[in-house]
């Protein structure tokens, strides 16, 4: 099929990747110049595993094209992808920014000379393909279909997730629609779910939703666990054993991050608000969520004796997770940040996210190499989680015990095992343990 889409960044991206794989000719716009020319060299702008290699042969086979272009590529597509970005500006509780939606689909609009279906996989509010619908009628006067074809997947293993993903979710109102989107996806296996393009939408909020909640929920177990002498590892894998809870994102550490759980919760919390409910739980979620970088920042001043000025303190891993040079909403950002204000001085490494880094932070020295950050330094603290980088899950902590200065380690994920590290002599806390 001739595909376009709308929008070079991670999911228009890799779902332009996927489908060009399999044989459509997929056309991606981009607006910004910068970005075409790197993709034309088969540069990806992001670290995404894998995703380079599948740009760059799906380009040579002229499956995947680039262009800034709506005139070029539109007419000749029976299919369009919107994946534009729809930010959250207030992340309390603000309504998305649907700006780039709107310009997208009004381009789209002027541009159409055959009947196309136009399908939105931005995240956007429930109801939006009705006035998407009301709007593109302003510019053309072709017949288009909308539907809606939420992305679940996530950063750092995008490709797994979109070759094998759990379900596909198709909201469309239209027979021929939902028919022809089956048949796009036929080589995709997991569920299929037909649904209207409203429960599409919510389904995708309720799921960036009740994630972080998850999340949250082992968090604050975990400052429990601290206090009652449990172990949140031990407990979180005896609930995980039951089916209707499921032992997946029940990992305690700094908290969720990353550019979509933090604006999802906000963008239903806002949305909620204008239809007139006040989502108390997930405004709860959101207060806990940032409540732990300060529950680690008091276990660190309490491991140095009351004080964390001029201590040096090494980060480990920057991004949002492991397996990502992302670094929007990161938590080691804001442990950074936190720990600067009590004096601490800080080293940071990470595998592919210092230069992402170095426009967030200031006065930090940043190492590739942990052994070297950790030369002379006084606290290890692993930074991003919850499975955390290969290279700093293995550490040689022998090593470690005569090149660092203090023996203190801040395992925020738990990937180490605590009492090897006790009994090397290392002052040790995780997280509920
Ligand atoms: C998330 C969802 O998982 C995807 O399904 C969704 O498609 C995507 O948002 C999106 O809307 O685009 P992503 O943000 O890439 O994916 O990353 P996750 O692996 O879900 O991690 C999000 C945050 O939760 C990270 O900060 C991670 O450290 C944290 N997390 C994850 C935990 O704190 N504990 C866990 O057990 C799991």
């Known amino acids: 099929m001739n595909l376009t889409i709308i929008g070079a960044g991670y999911v ?22 910068e970005k075409i020319k790197k993709l034309k060299k088969g540069e990806v702008p992001f670290y995404e595993p894998g995703l380079k290699e599948l740009v760059a042969k799906n380009t040579a086979k002229k499956n995947l094209q680039f262009t800034n272009s709506y005139q070029e590529a539109i007419p000749k597509s029976e299919i369009i992808f919107v994946c534009v970005g729809t ?39 429930p109801g ?6 009301e709007w593109m009628k302003k510019f053309t006067k072709v017949d288009f279909n909308l539907a809606s074809v939420p992305e679940f997947l996530k950063e750092g293993t995008a490709l797994e997730d979109s070759f094998h993903p759990s379900r596909v979710v198709i909201g469309a109102e239209n027979k021929l629609v939902i028919k ?23 389904i995708k909020y309720a799921s960036n939703t009740f994630l972080p909640m998850k999340i949250t929920f082992a968090n604050s177990l975990a400052i429990l666990c601290e206090k009652l002498g449990a172990d949140i590892k031990e407990v979180t894998k005896g609930m995980g054993m039951d089916k ?25 919390v806002g949305l909620a608000e204008n239809a007139g409910f006040d989502f108390k739980l997930m405004k709860a979620v959101q207060k806990t969520n940032e409540e732990m970088i300060n529950h680690f920042v008091r276990k660190t001043e309490k491991l140095c004796q009351g004080s964390i000025k001029d201590k040096v303190i090494v980060v480990l891993g920057l991004a949002f997770k492991p397996g990502t040079s992302d670094m929007r909403e990161s938590r080691s950002v804001s442990l950074i940040k936190e720990l600067q204000k009590k004096g601490a ?10 230069p992402e880094a170095k426009k967030l932070l200031t006065n930090v020295e940043y190492f590739l190499d942990p052994y070297k950050a950790l030369e002379g330094a006084d606290v290890l603290m692993v930074g991003s989680g919850p499975y955390s980088w290969e290279e700093y ?9 005569k090149i660092m ?11 180490y095992n605590k009492d090897k590290l006790k009994k090397l002599g290392f002052t040790y806390e995780g997280i509920g343990r």
């Open 405 to 415: 200065k203090g023996k203190v380690v801040i395992d925020s994920w738990n990937i």
């Open 345 to 354: 001085l800080i080293r940071a490494c990470d595998p592919v996210a210092i």
């Open 244 to 268: 209707r809870i499921g032992p997946l994102f029940l990992d305690a550490g700094l908290g969720y991050g990353g550019s979509c759980f933090p604006k999802d919760i906000a963008a239903l």
């Open 180 to 202: 022809k989107l089956l048949l796009l996806h036929k080589k995709i296996p997991g569920k299929r779910l037909i649904c209207n393009s409203s429960s599409a939408q919510m």
């Open 87 to 125: 930010p959250t500006k207030n992340l309390q509780g603000g309504k998305p920014d649907l700006s780039y939606l709107y310009e997208a689909t009004k381009s789209i609009a002027e541009n159409l000379k055959e009947p196309a279906i136009i399908v939105v996989k931005s995240t956007v509010p």
């Open 12 to 33: 228009g991206l890799v779902t332009g990747a996927v489908f060009s794989d399999f044989g459509n000719k997929v056309r991606i716009i981009e607006i910004d110049q």
């Open 128 to 133: 939006t393909n009705m006035k998407l619908a």
């Open 393 to 401: 899950k293995n550490l040689d902590f022998v090593k470690l015990k």
